[in-house]
């Protein structure tokens, strides 16, 4: 976990909270839901203050919410239908399996073998079938941002090869142009696989 990106997050969770609320629900939640089995179990990681939790909560899933960062958490603690833990996406283990892995825009802030770590795991924390969504930024040098957060985007021909080693079949794909969350424009990449049968 990088301690730097996590106290930021720690100290400016309010006015995350308040951008994240104003972008209201995007396309990439709605093809996670769509393709989720209804009424299914998902996991988010990196939930932040936890907008996209309570969404697919409030459409129906269970949603269990991991962030490294406390101060996020408190915007979802003691919410009916989401249950909510302090962790270092680094310390997953698999006591769970899951109908759907949400993972959006936050696999960014690991190091590299970190994120290939975790690509590994993945499938071990998926039913058959199941959906594991990655949004993550995209480009090929780890780089700290002006608020100190630290990121490592990726390549797409990079990320089609570590999904398909690991038994992920990617259904849908798509990128923008999109902004950060100190107004610095950013290209994103949307990936939505699902664990071979
Ligand atoms: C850009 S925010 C995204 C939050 C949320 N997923 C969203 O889409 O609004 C990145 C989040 O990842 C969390 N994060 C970064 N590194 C982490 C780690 N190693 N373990 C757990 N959470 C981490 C941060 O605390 C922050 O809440």
């Not at 129906?60 to 989401?82: C, E, P, R």
């Not at 570590?162 to 949307?190: A, C, T, W, Y």
Request: with cysteine; glycine share 8%; charged share 25%.
């Amino acid at each position: 976990m990088d301690n730097e990106t996590i106290n930021f997050y720690d100290q400016n969770a309010e006015e995350y909270s308040k951008w994240r609320s104003n972008q209201g629900a995007d396309l990439a939640q709605e093809i996670f839901l769509q393709n989720t089995i209804s009424a299914g179990n998902i996991m988010d990681l990196g939930c932040g203050t936890g907008e996209k939790s309570l969404w697919f909560r409030d459409n129906g899933l269970t949603v269990k919410a991991v962030d490294a960062s406390n101060q996020m958490l408190q915007f979802l603690k003691n919410i009916d239908g989401v249950k909510c833990s302090r962790m270092d996406i680094n310390e997953l283990s698999f006591e769970e399996n899951f109908d759907g892995i949400w993972a959006s825009f936050s696999v960014q802030h690991l190091e590299l073998h970190e994120q290939n770590i975790l690509f590994k795991k993945i499938p071990k924390m998926l039913k058959a079938g199941g959906i594991f969504y990655l949004g993550i930024h995209e480009g090929n040098q780890s780089y700290r941002d002006q608020l100190g957060r630290l990121y490592v985007p990726r390549a797409e021909k990079d990320l089609r090869s570590i999904f398909l080693s690991n038994n992920l079949s990617i259904f849908k794909f798509f990128r923008e142009q999109s902004h950060s969350f100190d107004g610095d424009p950013i290209k994103v990449m949307h990936f939505f696989s699902r664990l071979n049968a």
